[in-house]
């Protein structure tokens, strides 16, 4: 009997461009970049130098703050460039990838037979353990903290996401294998959607039936178990835990992912195999429509835009797959287009929860070429309740944004300012009419509330 | 319409900084953002966004008060003719309160605009649409015979006092038309209450009808609050032919305001809905009590009842902005009202007082309800 949940509050953006469930095979490129900024608060320290040579497992960087956990490359072959910005900060570490694959071998392992301990080791060892996200702050995790449970949402429903469920078709055994491990460490829940068929077991399997944002990771922990004050939870995606299941099963670090490449710029959206910090070049190139379009490292509603190209023709650190990355998208960047008095046209191509606009009367199937822009100038807060309906937590979302504006840190964390993570409010930030950077107001909120408490 | 575009583009750079017309920045960038939709694409955050914003909003509530404005200046021309004993065409009436209330609308929105312009240039900020709204209700809800130049003060005070000293659209505490509305009410009592501001008395272009001096004409609530009973009948009452506040007689031109802004959502329906709801159980308790001989349903026809519980107390910056406080604001607001008008024979009116009390409740409401979010989670943390 598995527990089931009912979100009643959540809005799902038809956007047009879906992936259709077929895998393009890629040519996989020759330089494989790993960035720090794809671990949510990672200090970064790099332990390679320029022409070392490391093999597919071996540590490029580490967490400054907690020196045992490290970050490891996906491939072998060449360090080919330590690439900083601003005040020597860490963007990226390049290898030059050789053509045979060497690997680290960690040794096949029973993940049965091990305890909790012997699983953080072994995570630890293969610079896996940073794909373990917290709550509180939601950061990349370290091994001093102790969680009460482990969530993983198999669920993938922010618009164009990846579909889980066909990149798990052939690792069942590998994701079986994570899950017990996870399992060892902490009571782990895994999250998965009323339509998808999904079974595991040593994990309580809780099914959600809802709107997005039904599959974040952090509204499940609201409704299981949320986070009080001095708890830690961690969250871990999905294809992580299917990392976790290849190095016990195989003893390898292997960081192959299935991406899916959707957006209604793209010409045929698909699937394809590619490995954490593989250069997108190799998915989009040709893949798409117009010149004037936006990359974007995930979904529409969380990814970051990806930077063009530079003049010197090096690729920017932003072009290689996140470690966290399940799809890239494509849309429209808008910035040439000319919509006269917004203000009072129908704009039945416009997208819009309000009934102010017609998106309402054209029915639920009718999908959306939705571009880049804000649409709007920036406000204060006007109307009333506009967070609440896509925002299923029991949580004053509206109340808990003026906290962290206000920097009341007394008040966020009465709020629940614990239990929330940056992507908990892309559906709000979408929706509200005063156009304001909520995931930012919350990402620096949390950032802020991190440094006070340590 | 690219010519339009190619011009705004041309001109641009005088008003961008360095340009000799910098100093005019907001007010182009407010016509710019009026005419196209702003091309700006979002830098953080989500890479879409919904294609809603405040002066779409605000767009469908000017839209929402058209028909209870185009009555209000239809019921001008009537009273008028009615006050003269006069038969005239219905365009003639509507005409002559077309050019009654026009001067009274661009002098609203001349002084509103003018500072609300000004004032974002000295900050540096974009313009900011709330004052459409405010705007065409402060002339909607004054007595015709209110002369311009106490509009013109009015606004000035509501606009810098109401909402620009607090931060502008959306950090005002009181409901900026409200405040003009009370500004003239307690300062300029004789040219807002009484029995000579109902009707205008001036006959402009040849239409209408130039009334005696000493003409006078009691609203029904006025009639009401001396012990006599309304001379208007509930049929009138309900189409709006009787005199009153310009915009607030016709409930049934309020009630086609009120089904747009519930369809588009922009209004919430538990505040609309629980002013009416204390209202009306007030009125029916006093009644039922023996202090009133008025009918519940005459307290929401008559005045400025259904025009404040449709447009003014769903203000969502001023009302309560929790969903359970949106129930506790709107039946304070509509109890409060009835019970000014009942209890206080110097007010007969208690709509405009009851909002602006709610206005000053709202935020300790809202702070009780999320304080009971807040002790649950302690509770919860504490297991």
Redesign the interface.
């Known amino acids: 009997m598995t527990k089931f949940v009912r979100l009643s509050r959540g809005l799902d953006?038809n956007?047009a461009g879906k992936a259709e469930k077929t895998k393009r095979v890629l040519m996989p490129g020759e330089v494989f970049a790993l960035t720090p900024s794809s671990f949510e608060g990672v200090k970064p320290k790099v332990m390679v130098k320029e022409g070392d040579r490391v093999k597919a497992g071996d540590v490029l960087f580490i967490n400054k703050d907690y020196p045992e956990v490290g970050f490891s490359s996906p491939v072998s072959g060449e360090v080919c460039l330590v690439e900083r910005g601003d005040r020597r900060k860490l963007l990226s570490v390049r290898v030059k990838a050789d053509a045979n694959q060497e690997f680290v071998d960690f040794g096949v392992k029973n993940v049965k037979e091990m305890t909790g301990d012997d699983v953080e080791k072994s995570l630890l060892e293969a610079g896996l353990f940073g794909y373990i996200n917290q709550l509180p702050y939601a950061v990349s995790t370290n091994p001093q903290t102790k969680p009460k449970a482990i969530f993983v949402s198999a669920l993938r429903d922010m618009?164009l996401a990846g579909d889980f469920e066909f990149e798990l078709e052939g690792q069942e055994k590998d994701f079986q294998t994570g899950l017990t491990a996870l399992s060892k460490m902490a009571k782990t829940y895994l999250g998965v959607g009323d339509k998808q068929n999904i079974s595991a077991a040593d994990v309580e399997v809780v099914t959600f039936k809802g709107k997005c944002p039904a599959g974040n990771v952090g509204v499940q922990v609201n409704h299981i178990d949320?986070v009080?004050?001095?708890e830690v939870v961690w969250t871990v995606d999905p294809t992580a835990v299917i990392f976790f299941g290849r190095l016990f099963n195989s003893g390898r670090v292997d960081l192959r992912r299935t991406v899916a490449l959707a957006g209604s710029e793209v010409t045929s959206p698909c699937y394809a195999d590619m490995l954490v910090g593989q250069d997108i070049e190799t998915l989009v190139a040709g893949a798409y429509r117009g010149d004037n379009v936006?990359i974007?490292m995930g979904n529409?509603?969380?990814?970051k835009?990806v930077e063009k190209t530079a003049d010197t023709g090096a690729a920017s650190y932003s072009r290689f797959l996140g470690a966290h990355t399940s799809e890239v998208t494509i849309?429209p960047?808008?910035?040439?287009?000319?919509?006269?008095?917004?203000?009072?046209m129908p704009?039945l191509k416009?997208?819009?929860?309000?009934?102010?606009?017609f998106s309402w009367l054209l029915g639920k199937n009718r999908e959306y070429r939705?571009?880049?822009?804000?649409?709007?100038?920036?406000?204060?807060?006007?109307?009333?309740?506009e967070y609440?309906k896509v925002f299923p937590m029991?949580?004053?979302a509206?109340?808990l944004i003026k906290a962290i504006i206000a920097g009341d840190i007394d008040k966020q964390e009465?709020?629940?300012i614990y239990e929330v993570s940056p992507e908990d409010f892309?559906l709000a930030?979408?929706?509200?009419?005063?156009?304001l950077?909520?995931?930012?107001i919350v990402r620096q909120g949390l950032d802020i509330l991190r440094k006070e408490n340590s | 319409m690219s010519f339009l575009r190619n011009y705004l583009n041309k001109i641009k750079p005088n008003f961008e900084e360095g340009g000799k017309l910098h100093s005019l920045r907001s007010v182009f960038d407010g016509f710019e953002t009026f005419l196209y939709v702003p091309n700006t694409t979002s830098k953080s955050g989500t890479n879409i966004h919904d294609a809603i914003d405040s002066k779409r909003i605000m767009s469908m509530v000017v839209i929402a008060l058209l028909p209870a404005l185009l009555f209000g200046m239809y019921n001008i021309g009537y009273q008028n003719y009615a006050a003269a004993h006069q038969t005239g065409t219905l365009l003639e009436m509507f005409a002559y309160g077309f050019l009654v209330m026009l001067p009274k609308l661009l002098v609203s929105y001349v002084v509103g605009l003018g500072i609300e312009f000004a004032w974002a240039q000295w900050k540096g900020e974009e313009i900011q649409e709330g004052y459409l709204v405010s705007g065409i209700i402060i002339p909607m809800i004054l007595p015709v015979g209110c002369p311009l130049w106490c509009i013109a003060i009015a606004v000035a005070f509501a606009v810098i006092f109401g909402k620009e000293i607090f931060g502008g659209t959306g950090m005002n505490i009181f409901n900026v038309a409200l405040l003009a509305r009370a500004f003239l009410f307690f300062s300029y009592p004789t040219k807002m209450s009484g029995d000579s501001v109902w009707v205008a008395t001036d006959s402009i272009f040849g239409l209408g009808n130039t009334l005696p001096d000493a003409f006078t004409c009691a609203t029904p609530l006025g009639q009401m609050a001396q012990g006599s009973a309304p001379s208007a009948s509930l049929f009138d009452s309900i189409v709006g032919l009787i005199p009153g506040s310009i915009g607030e007689t016709s409930v049934i031109a309020i009630a086609i305001g009120a089904v747009i802004l519930l369809w588009t959502g922009i209004a919430s329906w538990k505040t609309m809905l629980s002013v009416f709801l204390g209202g009306g159980v007030m009125a029916a308790i006093f009644q039922a009590t023996g202090q009133t001989p008025v009918e519940w349903y005459e307290h929401i026809v008559l005045g400025g009842f259904c025009f404040g519980a449709v447009f003014m107390a769903t203000d969502p910056v001023t009302s309560a902005r929790t969903e359970t406080g949106k129930w506790i604001y709107g039946i304070l607001i509509g109890a409060l009202a009835v019970i000014i008008r009942v209890m206080n024979p110097g007010y007969p009116e208690g709509m405009m007082l009851a909002i602006l009390f709610g206005n000053m409740m709202a935020p300790a409401i809202d702070f009780y309800v999320v304080e009971a979010n807040i002790s649950k989670r302690m509770k919860r943390a504490k297991k």
């Not at chain 1, 939705?370 to 309740?385: P, T, Y």
């Open positions: 953006i956007l618009p949320p009080n004050k001095g936006r974007i529409p509603l969380t990814g835009p849309i960047e808008g910035n040439d287009a000319d919509e006269l008095a917004g203000w009072i704009r416009q997208f819009s929860v309000s009934r102010s606009y939705l571009d880049a822009r804000v649409k709007g100038g920036e406000r204060h807060m006007i109307m009333s309740g609440d029991d949580i004053y509206e109340y009465q709020l629940g892309a930030e979408f929706v509200d009419s005063s156009k950077e909520l995931q930012h």
